[in-house]
């Protein structure tokens, strides 16, 4: 048996065996908080869970004990809107609205290759994860000629990590020349774009339900993708059983552009396009009126709030507390790191708190509502909410355990808002996906953290010179001000 919720207690790597987590605060999501208690784990999922010790077992051999005294046990948190490739560009175009942000940036992610891919996927999963996040999904919508398979490079980041990884395979169709807002350069023509986002559904999704795998097709945004390609992406995603994900509703700028190029609004939009559903999640919406949110509840059309993103760009505040009130699904994004530098999972449960409340009133959205949405919401927005989500018997046993008897954070008397209301995230003690140890002690056991980091810097470093001598762009067009590069 090995004891402490992290000390001592090796590396990553598939236990298989039973995980004993005792004397915790768990806080399940779903049914009723238990102030002492123990979670069961064998294999990949949690077979027992309730107050007190566990039920003596007949044998303890090869039984992991987890001393959970003094720490917090909530589901892993799940992430639903993220470009990784962002990590490699962060820090750029400051002070840009979305529109004038992009362009200043397709230039250089047109430069990305799988070496960056790779690099900032590392950085960017091995953040999330020590941020609480067993589950991300990704939207990858730059595939530059030539370049690598930069799908490809991103889920064999997600793998050396351990998290469960639902990279959408993204696109771009609508360039300048045919009114989009991208450069030519960077959009694809429609039939490449089919035939390799059915490759990548054919060669990497995984719809057990164990699954660390899953592909997702998402067209990228009204204003860079052409209707044609909406309506047969979402052929092909119904056709393939996998889901469907795009940006909808963030800038003011977006709702003008879809009424002066399409004569709808974007709701009305996607509605057009056969793109609301239960199988289809859309990033930010947040310039939706009452009947748009409605039509969201109604056909269980789900989205991922990403605060600190529409904070950064001075995109708006999303009507969450609204859509809540009204039925509709809502999970969590950090967004690209582009719009959202070193962005944290727990982070931005409180950021989604905080502008509520600054917004609608103290009353908007509650600690735990919080939590739902970074985890049960996410997990619909995934489609997952019977794997993942909260802690159940029979589900996937992905729990993140903060440690929240620390000296600043004993003093705060309940431990889910100690984990949702301080700036600063508690400790993660452990963080398991499927029972195995990713996590332990606010470090990555499956990966060298130290290495990982320096990755991603190096990606970005190494971006930035390709952007250079592609001549697309110089740091200086898009960077901070003088003096500071
Ligand atoms: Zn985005």
Redesign the pocket.
């Known amino acids: 048996m090995s004891r402490g919720a992290g000390t001592g207690v090796g590396g990553g790597g598939r236990r298989g065996g039973t995980v004993l987590i005792e004397n915790a605060y768990i806080a399940p999501v779903t049914g009723e908080e238990i102030p002492r208690g123990y979670i069961r784990i064998d294999g990949d999922r949690i077979t027992a869970l309730g107050p007190g010790p566990a039920p003596a077992m007949s044998a303890t051999q090869g039984v992991e004990w987890i001393d959970g005294s003094g720490c917090l046990a909530t589901p892993g948190l799940v992430n639903t ?3 990784l490739y962002q990590w490699a560009s962060q820090g750029l175009a400051q002070d840009a609205a979305l529109f004038d942000w992009l362009v200043a940036l397709y230039p250089v992610w047109a430069a990305m290759d799988a070496e960056v891919v790779h690099g900032a996927a590392g950085a960017g999963l091995g953040f999330l994860a020590l941020s609480g996040c067993t589950t991300s999904s990704d ?1 990858h919508y730059v595939f530059p000629k030539g370049r690598g398979d930069l799908l490809a490079a991103e889920i064999e980041a997600a793998r050396e990590v351990g998290v469960r990884f639902h990279p959408a395979r993204g696109s771009m169709d609508r360039g300048r020349s045919a009114g989009g807002l991208p450069p030519d350069s960077v959009v694809e023509r429609l039939d490449d774009i089919l035939t390799a986002t059915a490759e990548a559904i054919d060669a990497h999704h995984d719809p057990s339900f164990s699954s660390k795998l899953r592909i997702a097709v998402a067209p990228c945004s009204p204003f860079s993708v052409s209707a044609d390609l909406m309506t047969e992406a979402a052929a092909l995603a119904r056709d393939k059983g996998v889901r469907l994900h795009t ?1 909808l509703a ?1 800038t003011l700028d977006e709702e003008e552009h879809c009424l002066a190029q399409l004569g709808l609004r974007p709701v009305g939009y996607l509605e057009r396009l056969g793109w609301l559903g239960p199988d289809v999640w859309v ?2 919406a947040v310039h939706l009126g009452d009947a748009d949110i409605d039509v969201f509840a109604q056909t269980g059309t789900g989205s991922a709030h ?1 605060p600190s ?1 529409n904070g950064r760009l001075g995109a708006g505040v999303a009507r969450v507390a609204e859509m809540l009130r009204r039925g509709a699904v809502v999970g969590l ?1 950090v ?2 790191s582009a ?1 959202a530098e070193l962005t944290s999972m727990s982070g931005e449960m409180r950021q989604a708190l905080l502008l509520q409340r600054a917004r609608y009133g103290p009353a908007a959205l509650t600690t735990r509502q919080a939590l739902e949405i970074a985890t049960l919401g996410g997990a619909r927005n995934l489609g997952r909410e019977a794997e993942i989500g909260s802690l159940e018997p029979g589900k996937l046993a992905d729990v993140a355990l903060w440690r929240t008897d620390t000296p600043f954070a004993s003093a705060v008397a309940d431990p889910v808002a100690a984990l949702v209301l301080g700036a600063r995230q508690p400790p993660l003690a452990r963080l398991l996906v499927g029972g195995e140890t990713i996590v332990a002690d606010d470090e990555l056991r499956t990966v060298a953290q130290d290495e990982l980091g320096r990755a991603g810097g190096a990606a970005h470093r190494r971006l930035m010179r390709l952007a250079g001598e592609q001549g697309l762009a110089t740091a200086g067009e898009v960077g901070p001000p003088p003096g500071q590069m």
């Open positions: 809107h993220h470009h939207h940006h963030e990033a930010h990403c993103s994004g967004d690209g719009s």
